[in-house]
């Protein structure tokens, strides 16, 4: 927006500042769906963690089963009927650990998705040091004069 006080030649020369400004406008509306985004895996990641608990606590009192499933392969070894009961419990085994791994492939596309996010980050780690320039260049205009202070003329 240009300055109602400032030259148009220089409003020109900086004009591109209007530009700029629209493009903040629009990333802070961008940035506000990635937060969204952001909210929304924090919630994903909690409910995960909780389940991954209740989880480790059945795989905690799984080692019984696991010894009966045992028992189970050394009965069905001289006992038949005992065969489709061990199976049985194989087979709710082999589920119980296919969907925890499910799980850690899904959370995969998830890492792909920070990696993106810390890309983007990336971006915007020029801006400090264009803000210091600037704020350099802006003090290189500036014209000092002992008139403000004492009432002389530069070269008095």
């Known amino acids: 927006m240009p300055n109602p006080h400032s030259s148009p030649a220089v409003d020109e020369l900086f004009r591109l500042r209007g530009g700029v400004e629209e493009r903040i406008q629009e990333l802070a509306k961008a940035l506000d769906s990635v937060e969204a985004i952001g909210q929304s895996a924090a919630e994903t990641f909690e409910q995960l963690r909780a389940f991954q608990e209740q989880m480790a606590q059945l795989a905690h009192t799984f080692e019984p089963i696991r010894a009966l499933c045992e ?76 008139a403000g202070a004492s009432g002389e003329q530069p070269g008095t």
């Not at 005992?82 to 419990?89: C, D, I, R």
């Not at 296919?98 to 959370?107: E, I, M, N």
């Not at 998705?113 to 020029?126: N, S």
């Open 71 to 146: 028992q189970l392969e050394q009965f069905a070894s001289t006992f038949e009927p005992m065969n489709a009961l061990h199976q049985q419990m194989v087979q709710i085994a082999d589920e119980l650990r296919t969907h925890p791994l499910q799980f850690a492939q899904s959370l995969q596309r998830f890492k792909v998705f920070r990696a993106r996010v810390e890309g983007l980050a990336k971006v915007f780690e020029p801006v400090d040091e264009l803000e210091a320039r600037f704020a350099e260049l802006a003090e290189a205009f500036r014209v000092v004069t002992n």
